[in-house]
Each structure stands twice: as structure tokens, then as C-alpha cells.
């Protein structure tokens, strides 16, 4: 029985499906990845970058649950840590994109093109 | 638990030794205008970390095996530290020269070569992720490292946001897998996949285990391929490629080119032939058109390209293609397929260093302020064979090398890899590359046209500070080494591959 078709692991009380959590964090997925493709202000795609991965966070706690696995949740811990080194640096090049431009919408920035 | 700390040693070493270049940076030159100190403690750290790699037992597995050191790992850590400290040379002059000469440089150079020593021995989708990020989020910062500079800027800014965006992709792939597997360990991964394999083909004939054929599966398939894609710069998610490559400094721009692309190859071939090697008959029709448009839209908009570097940052999605038709040709002919591409990355990694090198030791007179700017448009290599004959012939033997001509090593590098497709029975594929390295004669050899055949348009200087000739020297010898006696290398190439299996 491959383990994604274990719903039914009954461990405290009468779980809340899999499915659902899936369903969720897929939203969540979706809607930062529709934040980065659609939203202009650089400061906001940041944002839905952290979206994403927090929707890849679910899941691994989910998963971890439904495994009887820890791997899951040491995995986000390293994934919240990555996200906020990301974060600062992202930041920092937002300090020098507004310095030197004066604005964070990310059409000002289109000197090279093919 | 088997804590065997010596396999970790030269990333020990690289660690210490860029908090060091900070360290000196804060406490000894930090009112000082030449930076050539950090520049060569780096090279030392580097330099000794390479020296410790041949004496550490190869096949060795710690921390619960997330970490692993093979002959795979060692080699590929060769190929990063050779190309990092070429990096560092080069870049010694080139920064003062464009008015940033700063210490982090160094520093973050040494982390981002600590996240690709990780990625190369990561045995464990933890380690991969990690020492991605720290190879990513270092290049965020070295591709905008000329604050001031529009370009500078907006490459930092196109990396941070699709690098952000493919990172996070390939997270939810690892996540996916993680939940269909139950593990993110490559090894334990790929023993339940081809379990699967075996107990689905045991049942009912012609009906595949459940979880093979598990649209999550698939799905996380295609999100880890998507991020590893990006990351060497194949076609779809090569949008990125020039525009960083043009506005970064050009020092960076090498390294980039190289490094983080051998990086992403070696963790390919670990999550494609070894965690995912069961699903191979799904990604190899993926990769292999992948790999033919990469090849292809590489090479032909680079034919358009008026810009040097942007035109050698097309060349480098082109190479790309051709080492993604070895990863492709692989998953049929296992050893031979992944010697070839192992084999092509390092000189890969030679040729292209020294091409970018030349560009970055050229420069001309601004028309307008008199001031020396550095060259980057066709234009401003013409005539080069009369001022300056030297670096006109090294620029000649790294043209011959990607367009892959003997007695180069591109040309060996090419020869293998189309060999292992044949090898494949994918001879259609070989010989989609080979028309495709006679599209890239094209636009090489015009380069050459230019250096030889045309009369100088703009005034002319090399830069001629020791540090960056030792290193064309290096690869300009390599190049030639590798393409002279290729059996040499091939068979260490052969050799590291095989443990992978």
C-alpha cells in the first residue's frame, strides 16, 4: 500500500483527511505563484515567493504526521531559515533598486532586453 | 552513528576560511583601498582544500548518510574549487578596476563554492536544498555586487525573483516526493521506487505499481525537473540567463557560468539516474526535448547577439543542451552516458572561464570621457591580432574549444558525449547536436573574424596584472592538456561515475 493512500491512519482522534490538507497548501501554492506572475511591486513577489514555500511547508508537516516520520518537520525548520536569509537579501537589493530608481515596480527595470 | 568528521574537512576548511576573509575584512583592511589580502587568503583556503580532497577516503557516508563523499563528489569539488579560484584571480584586478574593490567579495565567493561542495556530496534532499540556497542566495548578492551600477542591479533583482520562484518549485517537488516515498533520502528513494517497480510488474502484466504511476509522482517529477532546469538554464527557464549574465560584473558572470551550472548537473545526475532511476522512461522524453531546444534556441539567438557577453551567455544555455543530451543519453547507457557529461562539465568549465576571462581583460577608450570602459560589443574586438597577438590567440583557442575543435577540449568533450547518444541508439539526438555545434561555428569563429580579419575601430587595452594571466595561462593550457590527452581525464571521469550506481 503505497503510503499517500493511508488516509484512514487513525492515531489520536478521526484525523482531518490528507486530501484536504493537500487541497489547502495547493491553494497556497497557486496563489503565490499567481502573486509572482501578476503583481508588480517587487516587494509583493517577495511575498508570494514566501507563499510558496510555505505551501511546501505544509506539506511536509502533513506528510510527516501521516508517516509517522520526523524528517518532515526538521525539513521545514531548515526551510524557514533558508527563507529568511532569502528574505534579507532580497531586501537588501530592494534598498539599492529604490536608491539608485526611486521605485520598487519591477517594469522600471528593463535596460537589457534581447 | 558514524560521526567521521574528516569526509566534511574541506568544507570545514572553506567555511572557516571565508568567516576569515570577513574577519580580516572587518578588523585588518577595512581602511585599506587594496583588498588583495582577502583575495589571497581565499586562494590559500581554496587551495589547501583542494590539496586535502585526494587523501579523504572516497565512499565514505556520515551523518546518517546525508552526507556522502564519493569519487563523483570529490571530482565535481575539484571542478569547483579549480573554477573559484580561477574566479578569484581574475576577479583581483577586474574590481579595482571597476571601483569595487571590497572584501565580502571574496567572502561570499567562498560560500557560494561551500553550497555547491554540498550540493555535490548531498545524499538527501535536505542537503540538496540547502546547499542550492547557499549557492543561490550567494549569487543574489555577488550578481548585484556593483551597487551603483543599473545593470548590476537589475540582474540581481531578475535572479532573486525567478531563482526565488524556481526555488520554491522545486521545494514543493521535494515535498510532494517526500509524501509519496515516505523518506528524502536519494538512496532510500530510489530502493522503494524500484521496489515498486518489481511488485507492480510481479501482479498484473502491463499494470504498474500504484505509486508508480501516482499523478503526485509525476507531478513532484516535474516540479524537481523545473527547478533543476532552471538552475542549469535549460529552455524553458533560461529567461533569466542573459539578462544576469549581461548586467552582472563580468567576473561573476564566469563563475556563474560555470559553476553553478556543473552544481546542478551533478545534483541531476544523483536525483534523475539514482532517486528517480525507476522513473526514467518519464523523464528521458522530457529531458531529451528539452535538451534539443535548449541546444537549439541557444545556439540561434546567439547568431543575433551584437553584445559579447550576452552572446557567450546564449552559448552557455547551448552548452547546457548538449550536456542534458549525455543525462538523456544516460539513462540508457549508464556509465559511459555520465562519464561523458562529468567529463564535458570540467572542460566545459576551462573553456568557458577563459573565454569570459579574455572578454573581461579587454577594454577600450569611452569615445565620449576618454576613459577606459570595459569592451563588450563585437566591434570592440576588432583588430584585437594587431595590438595585442597574445590574448587574440587565447581568445582563438577558447573559440576553437566551444565550437569544438580539435585538438581542443571541447572537441573531446563533444566527440564523447554524441558517442554515449549513439551508444544510446539515440543517434537522432546526436545528430541534432552535431548540427547544432555547426550552427555555433557561426557565431564563434565571427568573433575570430573580427579579431583577425578587420582593422581596429576603437582603441584597445588588455589588462596585464600577473594574477589574471596566471589564470588564462592555466586554462588556456588545460583546454589544450585536455584535448591533447583525453584518455587521461576520461578514465577519472569513468572511475568517479561508477560508485554512483
Redesign the interface.
Known amino acids: 500500500m503505497p503510503y499517500i493512500l493511508c488516509f484512514t491512519v487513525n492515531r489520536f482522534m478521526s484525523p482531518i483527511p490528507l486530501s484536504y490538507y493537500l487541497v489547502v497548501s495547493t491553494l497556497i501554492f497557486f496563489i503565490g505563484m499567481l502573486g509572482v506572475l501578476t503583481r508588480r511591486n517587487v516587494l509583493i513577489i517577495l511575498m508570494s515567493i514566501e507563499l510558496m514555500l510555505n505551501a511546501a511547508n505544509i506539506n511536509f508537516i502533513v506528510f510527516s504526521y501521516y508517516l509517522n516520520s520526523l524528517r518532515g518537520q526538521i525539513f521545514v525548520f531548515f526551510v524557514m531559515t533558508v527563507a529568511a536569509a532569502e528574505a534579507a537579501v532580497g531586501l537588501a537589493v530592494i534598498v539599492y533598486l529604490f536608491r539608485n530608481k526611486n521605485t520598487v515596480n519591477d517594469d522600471e527595470f528593463s535596460l537589457m532586453r534581447w | 552513528m558514524n560521526l567521521n568528521w574528516t569526509a566534511i574537512l574541506p568544507e570545514i576548511f572553506i567555511t572557516l576560511t571565508a568567516l576569515g576573509v570577513l574577519g580580516i575584512d572587518l578588523f585588518y583592511t577595512r581602511y585599506q583601498k587594496d583588498k588583495t589580502l582577502n583575495a589571497i587568503v581565499t586562494l590559500s583556503g581554496m587551495g589547501i582544500a583542494f590539496l586535502l580532497l585526494p587523501f579523504l577516503s572516497a565512499k565514505t557516508q556520515i551523518f546518517t548518510s546525508l552526507f556522502v563523499l564519493d569519487p563523483l563528489a570529490i571530482f565535481f569539488k575539484m571542478v569547483f574549487l579549480i573554477s573559484g579560484s580561477m574566479t578569484a584571480l581574475i576577479s583581483i584586478n577586474y574590481l579595482k578596476m571597476e571601483g569595487f574593490d571590497l572584501g565580502e567579495y571574496y567572502g561570499v565567493l567562498l560560500f557560494s563554492i561551500l553550497g555547491m561542495m554540498v550540493m555535490a556530496s548531498a545524499n538527501d ?2 542537503l540538496i ?2 546547499g542550492l ?1 547557499l549557492m543561490t ?1 550567494s549569487f ?2 555577488l550578481s ?1 555586487f556593483f ?2 551600477d ?2 548590476s ?6 535572479y ?2 525567478l531563482g ?2 524556481a ?3 522545486f ?2 517537488g ?3 516526493l ?8 536519494i538512496s532510500y528513494i530510489a530502493g522503494y521506487l524500484t521496489e ?1 517497480t518489481r511488485t507492480g510488474a510481479d501482479s498484473v502484466a502491463g499494470v504498474t ?3 508508480l504511476s ?1 499523478p ?1 509522482l509525476s507531478l513532484s517529477l516535474i516540479m524537481l525537473l523545473a527547478g533543476l532546469c532552471f538552475k542549469v538554464a535549460a529552455v524553458p527557464f533560461h529567461m533569466w540567463t ?2 544576469v549574465y ?2 552582472a560584473p563580468t567576473s561573476v558572470t564566469a563563475f556563474m557560468s560555470v559553476g553553478p551550472k556543473a552544481a546542478g548537473f551533478v545534483v541531476m545526475l544523483r536525483v534523475l539516474l539514482v532517486a528517480l532511476g525507476a522513473l526514467e522512461k518519464q523523464w528521458m522524453v522530457i529531458l531529451a526535448v528539452i535538451s534539443i531546444l535548449t541546444m537549439t534556441l541557444g545556439n540561434i ?1 546567439a547568431i ?1 547577439q551584437q553584445n559579447v557577453k550576452r552572446m557567450l551567455a546564449y552559448s552557455s544555455i547551448a552548452h547546457a543542451g548538449y550536456i542534458l543530451l549525455g543525462i538523456v543519453a544516460s539513462a540508457r547507457v549508464l556509465t559511459a552516458g555520465s562519464a561523458s557529461v562529468v567529463f564535458y562539465i570540467l572542460s566545459y568549465a576551462f573553456m568557458n572561464l577563459g573565454a569570459f576571462t579574455v572578454l573581461l581583460a579587454l577594454r577600450k577608450e569611452d569615445k565620449q570621457t576618454g576613459l577606459m570602459v570595459p569592451a563588450m560589443d563585437l566591434e570592440d574586438f576588432s583588430g584585437l591580432s594587431k595590438r595585442d597577438p597574445l590574448t587574440a590567440f587565447l581568445m582563438l583557442i577558447f573559440m576553437f574549444s566551444l565550437t569544438g575543435i580539435p585538438p581542443t577540449a571541447g572537441f573531446v568533450g563533444k566527440f564523447y558525449l554524441f558517442m554515449s547518444a549513439v551508444d544510446a541508439n539515440l543517434v537522432w539526438l546526436a545528430v541534432i547536436g552535431v548540427i547544432n555545434s555547426a550552427i555555433s561555428a557561426y557565431y564563434y569563429l565571427r568573433i575570430l573574424v573580427y579579431i583577425y580579419m578587420k582593422e581596429p575601430k576603437v582603441v584597445q587595452s588588455v589588462d596585464n596584472s600577473s594574477s589574471l594571466w596566471v589564470a588564462l595561462y592555466v586554462m588556456a593550457l588545460a583546454t589544450l592538456l585536455i584535448g591533447i590527452l583525453p584518455n587521461l581525464l576520461f578514465n577519472v571521469a569513468r572511475a568517479s561515475v561508477v560508485s554512483l550506481f
Open positions: 534532499f535536505i536544498y540547502l540556497e542566495v543574489y548578492v548585484g551597487k551603483t543599473l545593470r542591479n537589475e540582474a540581481a533583482l531578475k532573486l525573483i526565488g520562484f526555488s520554491a518549485l521545494l514543493y521535494i515535498s510532494l517526500y509524501g509519496v516515498t515516505g523518506s528524502t533520502e515498486q505499481s500504484a505509486v501516482h503526485l542573459p539578462d549581461e548586467g539567438v543575433a
